[in-house]
């Protein structure tokens, strides 16, 4: 199984995950990150879904962080010194002229409100919804409605 940062370093490395494509699915690695992942890891082939959202997640949370320290460096006038130390030149470039097409900014709000939207966040911890559900039918005779799950 992949530990801690490795699907994190396969995201931000560009040979695996190169951050100039717009979303996952146009990545073409997929097979070299699988490649990759068995030369490491002793992982069953049924885990190749696994890994590459794992490695997908990764990759989305990490050009989150990079559009957020462009926005705070361009909002406070600074330079772009410490993305180019993460990320190439050329990648750089390509990422900001796609943050700053009409696409990508009408996603961003839409994603914004949608995140707005959430009164409810997943605080649940290291314990599954499943598995308190679980608990919930086992120690009541009956249970009709999610409510019990908030309390």
Known sequence: MIKGSSEGTIARTIE???LNYVDWPSVPTYDKIWEYV???FMIASEGRRWV???VSL???RYKSKLKKMY???VEKGLN???LHELVSEDELKDLISYWNTSPAKE???KSKRNREKLDDMDTMGPRSYTSLRHKLVINT???NSQALMYK
């Open 16 to 18: 695996f995950a190169p």
């Open 38 to 40: 068995l030369e490491k």
């Open 52 to 54: 590459l959202e794992t």
């Open 58 to 60: 990764s990759w989305h």
């Open 71 to 73: 926005l705070e460096a």
């Open 80 to 82: 772009l010194d410490e």
């Open 107 to 109: 996603q961003s709000k």
């Open 141 to 143: 005779i009956t249970y």
